[in-house]
């Protein structure tokens, strides 16, 4: 038997809930429920408690349009741009239902006060600090240079796809030779192939064995097994 835990009557935001209507497919409690602006729209409780829905929509409607025309920026390219990329940012961080809340929200990543309350905060950082409207996604986008580090000013910079790419907590960075890098700056820098360094660190040799350009002796492997 599913428990139903009663909301009717309650505020979340802009939303009153005027009644229960039943349950979808999944079980989950259905509300009707009118918004400030006097829209009625059938709402899913959950999202409701979580804080997920604060309006029927009207809020984000009016946030942004008041932007658009108090700032005058609804014309440029680089407005719709930078609106995305903020509204991608802040999902990743307070969204349970984003896929890659897993690794932001949940890791405890947030957005500073000042970028999530105030969108030309944010726009003026960017266009400030080289965002440029003319490039492609995957020559610029938002990365943190801690990537333990929060969305904020003084930890955030545009960067390629590539440099993106090599900053993610799931990549291995080596220490040779006073010089700390990934394995995929090291092959570029050494000349050999990732894969190759890759199933060198697999088999524990030592980093002077596995920074060694050309091939090893077939049986590396069992002889420094035995050392």
Known sequence: ??????????????????SFVGLNK????????RCDCGNEKIINGSDLRSGHVVSCGCYKRTRLGKETTI???SKLKSYKRIVKIRCHMLDRCYSTKNGKYKNYGARGIEV????????????????NNGFDENLYQKDQSLDRIDVNGNYEPSNCRWVDSKT????????????????????????EILSINSSTISYRLKLGL????VFQKGKLPYNIKSLWTKQ
């Open 164 to 187: 993106q790419g090599r900053n993610k907590t799931n990549n291995i960075t080596i220490t040779y030779n006073n010089e700390t890098h990934c394995i995929k700056e090291w092959a």
């Open 206 to 209: 030592p980093l002077d064995l």
């Open 1 to 18: 038997m599913t428990l139903i835990k009663d909301i009717t009557g309650k505020r979340f935001g802009k939303i009153k809930v005027i």
């Open 71 to 73: 700032h005058g920026l």
């Open 26 to 33: 999944h079980h989950s409690a259905l509300y009707l429920c």
């Open 112 to 127: 500073c006060d000042e970028w999530k309350n105030d969108f030309l905060a944010f726009y003026n950082w960017a266009i």
